[in-house]
């Protein structure tokens, strides 16, 4: 079973649309984090936002803004009035503990693509 | 601050040859990671460090791959001998301690094997 799964493959969206990719997780851990990166066209993984499982506050940051809600285990990302350099490859992924170190597993990511 | 360094950025090799990947990490991060990407899936870590030590590489193909950081600081995976369907980009990432941390990863390094 995947343990992090991001079922929007792609999406396409015209400039200033708001956008929100999706995120399930899968964890037995009641500790555990939270991430999103972006992965623009050049290549390189950037860190968006980290999130532990005993902070369910929703955070907002500039245009970007994230929902996690344990109840649905999932971990939802927002981009208000996206731009053409929001467009991206996002991924969500998950750390846990196991066995005194961290696992971290990714999802399959979603492509976003802004058009002007 | 400077970021993760990686080098070469790109590598074109046959089946059967052998190739090396060589990261740096942010100064002053104790852990390290190698994770493989191939085109359309996510990162899938190979293999993680603390210092100098292996903390996982249960999901390293070890008749075939390996890497060491024998300083604790840089660090290289090497793949001997390499198959087509190791063609991927080789990230490497790392963070500042041992706990559930960011990483920042680095450029990648791209392969392709023919």
């Known amino acids: 079973a995947q343990k992090v799964t991001q079922a929007q493959t792609e999406i396409s969206v015209v400039e200033k649309e708001d956008v929100t990719l999706d995120c399930v997780y899968e964890t037995r851990d009641t500790t555990y984090y939270l991430f999103w990166y972006k992965q623009p066209p050049s290549g390189e993984l950037v860190f968006l936002i980290r999130r532990n499982s005993f902070d369910e506050q929703n955070e907002i940051s500039g245009r970007y803004s994230w929902n996690f809600q344990k109840s649905t285990s999932s971990f939802n990302f927002t981009i208000t009035a996206s731009q053409v350099v929001d467009s991206a490859v996002y991924f969500c992924a998950l750390s846990e503990a196991s066995g005194g170190f961290n696992k971290f597993y990714f999802g399959s990511g979603t492509k976003l693509n802004v058009k002007p | 601050e400077a970021g993760v360094a990686q080098s070469p950025r790109y590598k074109i090799i046959e089946k059967r040859q052998s190739v090396a990947f060589w990261c740096n990490p942010i100064?002053?991060?104790?852990?390290l990671y190698w994770y493989q990407q191939i085109l359309g899936q996510g990162p899938k870590l190979l293999i993680q460090f603390q210092n100098n030590g292996v903390v996982d590489d249960s999901q390293l193909p070890k008749d075939r791959f390996s890497a060491e950081r024998l300083k604790g600081v840089d660090s290289t995976l090497k793949i001997q001998p390499a198959k087509l369907e190791d063609s991927a980009v080789y990230l490497c990432?790392?963070?500042f301690g041992r706990g559930q941390e960011t990483q920042y990863f680095g450029p990648g390094t791209r392969l392709l094997v023919l």
């Open positions: 990432a790392s963070s």
């Open positions: 100064s002053g991060h104790a852990t």
